[in-house]
């Protein structure tokens, strides 16, 4: 498995900009999907952004305003947020899920970070 440590949350206006880091504490190249969840306050979990194999995916609400990136070298998945708005209020959880040839599949997440955007 992998441990992973999310952080870059804060305090922002709305119309501005974050960027969330989640550093595993090993590679990342050969896990299945990497993903960020976010949930607010009386709401469900909500799947945000996930990368695998190169392909990115995102719900329709942050579609064209964020953007999740991988660099292998670091070990760390990003989730830039741009046009941020109070909506997008919530805390951000950095999410890993394997299934490796050897061994059972697994899921990690990370213990995750607030961010609060105000109008």
């Known amino acids: 498995q992998v441990q992973l440590v999310e952080s870059g949350g804060g305090l922002v206006q709305a119309g501005g900009s974050l960027r969330l880091s989640c550093v595993a504490s090993r590679s990342i190249f050969s896990i299945a999907l990497m993903g960020w969840y976010r949930q607010a306050p009386g709401k469900q979990r909500e799947l945000v952004a996930t990368?695998?194999?190169?392909?990115?995916n995102y719900v329709d609400s942050v579609n064209g305003r964020f953007l999740i990136s991988a660099d292998n070298a670091k070990n760390t998945v990003y989730l830039q947020m741009n046009s941020l708005r109070p909506e997008d209020t919530a805390v951000y959880y950095c999410?890993?899920?394997?299934?490796?040839?050897?061994?059972?599949?697994?899921?990690?997440w990370g213990q995750g970070t607030q961010v609060t955007v105000s109008s």
């Open positions: 990368i695998a194999g190169g392909s990115t």
């Open positions: 999410n890993a899920r394997n299934r490796p040839l050897l061994g059972s599949p697994w899921e990690e």
